[in-house]
């Protein structure tokens, strides 16, 4: 019989919780192992194409649930490699939201102004940057011009993307070949490798158990390379800590499929899911009124045609994030240009006469695909989200070789969240429909419910141990030794892009782990600089790491 596999540190996922985790652990001195469930590619191996079998279905994970689908990285680096690397903080009056249970959602020693110092390190590690005017494409040009006509101002947005090396090709959602846009894969990641940090693709974690000293054993699969369906091995590592990092649609599926080993789960485990709040609306431009209506114009005598001119949301209104608003009354609107493939399927057709997702007009609409502008939502929800029984193996039952599964998340949408969509859509049209501009419409929820790109608090943080699985340091509640570090731990929405706060969040959950490994008799301290080699926002932490150490 081989012998179990031993580490100090075992992480589940490679997205923003677990790369910040393996670089500040190992590079405090601990073993540390990483399982991802996705492939690792690098730059010459992604593809500017959307076909089967392309980078794009590769490292995407896209889980249709009853009321929510969700889409996700699945890849090492996670959501990172497919996000759209728009990194702004969340607002203030975000931390003291008290949504569906009536009282403070978020633990009371988190505030944007203790969250802070940990949104510099993470600004300092990517590097994050303003957008500047000049870089913005024509997509969010037009957005900005729209908004200033309707009365509105219009931000650009803070993003993790290298103007200088970015060519504007917008396919930064199957993975930047130019390294423009700054995943883990170029910072964290690498920092980690360099302290010795093992990362092992294709491994899916299917649940933890415990021995008898302590230590958790956790159980994976190796997947096929092509055919993620098909677990091609399978093994056991045991470790003396367990991050888990897989997700907010994986996480508690993990941690449900271990209930029966482990013992009871917090309640909070697979409840409470919140997708963000986000929707999306298509503007379809009259191209003859883009001149005249906004005094736009370039060489070529086209004002707007932006086709897949881009690199995601660059520009964003914010003028609905006002703490003077009762709660699900805030929101921001933010520019994208959605690229092919499901963005051409869940687009409607606006003032549509038949079928408003196929048929003639679908494919009219589809002639002019250069004119479409897609707004994206952000809204306060009410976290309704519940994950039911966990699937046999991993977070969903796959219907295809990659990329897309059945999950048990159901989502039922209250009439807080419904109104505050209502509302928004409103907000579009009088933004995007103004003197002519164009013609919006709403993605349907009728074909597959709500979808989020942004899934979190499945397992969140918070002091009250009815209605979060975590403590404020990240431990799950009566299972010491395991913390979650992704979206999961995110109490809810947030109104904004959220990558920033989950890399915050991450980045402050560290001192308090470390502390957990000392306990375990891991020789491991913190201190590390940011994987840049910055140390200002190491200097600025290091008050706050000595409060959370002296708990």
């Known amino acids: 019989m081989n012998a179990i596999e031993q580490t100090d540190v075992l992480i589940v996922g490679s997205g923003f919780g677990g790369s910040i985790a393996a670089y500040h652990l190992a590079a405090g001195g601990a073993r540390v192992t990483v399982l991802e469930r996705g492939p690792w590619l690098t730059s010459d191996d992604f593809d500017q194409d959307f076909k089967l079998g392309s980078s794009a279905t590769r490292i995407f994970d896209f889980v249709v649930g009853d009321g929510m689908s969700v889409l996700g990285g699945n890849c090492v680096g996670g959501g990172s490699v497919v996000y759209f690397a728009a990194m702004p903080r969340a607002p203030q009056f975000v931390f003291e939201r008290k949504g569906s249970i009536g009282r403070r959602m978020w633990p009371k020693a988190l505030t944007r102004d203790t969250l802070d110092p940990w949104y510099d390190r993470v600004e300092e590690s990517l590097p994050v940057t303003k957008t500047e005017w000049s870089t913005v494409p024509y997509a969010g040009g037009l957005f900005a011009a729209a908004c200033a006509a309707a009365g509105h101002t219009a931000n650009p947005v803070p993003t993790a993307v290298d103007p200088q090396a970015c060519t504007n090709c917008n396919w930064m959602m199957a993975g930047c070949r130019f390294d423009a846009k700054k995943s883990l894969l170029l910072n964290y990641l690498p920092a980690a490798l360099a302290h010795g940090v093992q990362i092992r693709p294709l491994h899916e974690?299917?649940?933890?158990?415990?021995?008898?000293?302590?230590?958790?054993?956790?159980?994976?699969?190796?997947?096929?390379?092509?055919?993620?369906?098909?677990?091609?091995?399978?093994?056991?590592?045991?470790?003396?800590?367990?991050?888990?990092?897989?997700?907010?649609?994986?996480?508690?599926?993990?941690?449900?499929?271990?209930?029966?080993?482990?013992?009871?789960?917090?309640?909070?485990?697979?409840?409470?899911?919140?997708?963000?709040?986000?929707?999306?609306?298509?503007?379809?431009?009259?191209?003859?009124?883009?001149?005249?209506?906004?005094?736009?114009?370039?060489?070529?005598?086209?004002?707007?045609?932006?086709?897949?001119?881009?690199?995601?949301?660059?520009?964003?209104?914010?003028?609905?994030?006002?703490?003077?608003?009762?709660?699900?009354?805030?929101?921001?609107?933010?520019?994208?240009?959605?690229?092919?493939?499901?963005?051409?399927?869940?687009?409607?057709?606006?003032?549509?006469?038949?079928?408003?997702?196929?048929?003639?007009?679908?494919?009219?609409?589809?002639?002019?695909?250069?004119?479409?502008?897609?707004?994206?939502?952000?809204?306060?929800?009410?976290?309704?989200?519940?994950?039911?029984?966990?699937?046999?193996?991993?977070?969903?039952?796959?219907?295809?070789?990659?990329?897309?599964?059945?999950?048990?998340?159901?989502?039922?949408?209250?009439?807080?969240?419904?109104?505050?969509?209502?509302?928004?859509?409103?907000?579009?049209?009088?933004?995007?429909?103004?003197?002519?501009?164009?013609?919006?419409?709403?993605?349907?929820?009728?074909?597959?419910?709500?979808?989020?790109?942004?899934?979190?608090?499945?397992?969140?943080?918070?002091?009250?141990?009815?209605?979060?699985?975590?403590?404020?340091?990240?431990?799950?509640?009566?299972?010491?030794?395991?913390?979650?570090?992704?979206?999961?731990?995110?109490?809810?929405?947030?109104?904004?892009?959220?990558?920033?706060?989950?890399?915050a969040l991450a980045e402050r959950a560290m001192p308090g782990i470390v502390r957990a490994l000392q306990e375990r008799g891991v020789a491991v301290t913190y201190g590390a600089p940011t994987p840049s080699g910055a140390t200002s926002s190491r200097r600025a932490t290091h008050q706050l790491t000595a409060d959370l150490n002296r708990k």
């Open 205 to 503: 974690v299917q649940k933890l158990t415990r021995v008898d000293d302590g230590r958790y054993r956790v159980h994976y699969n190796v997947l096929d390379d092509v055919d993620y369906r098909a677990p091609i091995g399978s093994g056991q590592i045991e470790a003396r800590i367990v991050i888990l990092a897989a997700g907010a649609g994986a996480t508690p599926t993990i941690l449900q499929r271990s209930e029966s080993e482990l013992g009871p789960m917090p309640h909070a485990v697979g409840r409470y899911f919140s997708g963000n709040g986000e929707r999306l609306n298509t503007a379809i431009v009259d191209e003859s009124k883009v001149g005249a209506l906004l005094g736009l114009s370039r060489s070529d005598g086209v004002a707007f045609r932006a086709g897949q001119i881009g690199k995601g949301p660059c520009v964003a209104t914010w003028d609905g994030l006002d703490a003077a608003l009762p709660e699900y009354r805030r929101y921001s609107l933010e520019q994208l240009y959605f690229p092919p493939g499901l963005g051409t399927i869940l687009a409607q057709v606006p003032d549509a006469t038949g079928p408003t997702w196929f048929g003639v007009q679908k494919k009219e609409m589809l002639r002019h695909w250069e004119s479409w502008l897609t707004i994206f939502t952000m809204i306060e929800d009410d976290n309704e989200g519940v994950f039911g029984p966990p699937p046999p193996t991993g977070n969903a039952t796959r219907i295809s070789q990659q990329m897309f599964g059945l999950g048990p998340l159901k989502y039922d949408p209250t009439p807080n969240t419904l109104r505050a969509w209502a509302e928004t859509d409103a907000e579009v049209r009088r933004i995007m429909e103004k003197d002519g501009l164009s013609r919006v419409a709403p993605w349907t929820n009728d074909l597959i419910g709500a979808y989020t790109v942004h899934p979190l608090a499945s397992c969140r943080i918070g002091d009250d141990p009815k209605t979060s699985a975590l403590t404020d340091n990240h431990e799950l509640r009566g299972h010491p030794g395991i913390f979650v570090t992704d979206g999961s731990a995110v109490p809810g929405a947030l109104t904004v892009n959220p990558a920033m706060t989950i890399a």
